[in-house]
């Protein structure tokens, strides 16, 4: 996931691995927690698939190490960013994906937020079906905290389902 904040990031304008730690702890933060120890690894790892490639830039007495994304590493980011989002992954992935969307088309925007959506609403069919069968069981009070748990599940959903539909509409942002 790290890979595509950074190829993420660095389409916007090139950027050090500080800028880039900066950034992640300043926004991503709030929904992907990244290890900063592995973001060096990967800046290595993505210069070496020719992802990103890395120049010098003197700063008064100081070099400092710009990464940009190459024409290869803008490829494989919008592949990945147009690939569908199924469901919450637990990893925020889907948060990330809709974080750059505004690197995408309007109307590939909107297919994708729509289909998600779309893949929540089935998601939420399923959890009240186990609703009904925790409910319809004879022992009830032996599932409380499952059934706790399913709630919260079904609560999220509810939201996420209501929030696409608020980002779908480009509602303003302060009304959300």
Known sequence: MLEYIVLGMVNYEDM?????????????????????????????????KGLVAMYESNHGDRKKNYYHITDEGRKAFEIWLETPIMIDDGNGTQLVKIYFYDLLQEDKRRELLIRYRENNVTYLKGLYELEEQYVNTRNKDCYYYKLSVLYYGIRIIKETIKWCDDIIERKDLSEI
């Open 16 to 48: 050090t691995g500080y800028d880039i730690k900066k950034y992640i702890e300043s926004g991503i933060s709030v929904f992907y927690k990244a290890s900063f120890g592995s973001l060096y690894p990967i800046l290595k790892k993505l210069a070496n």
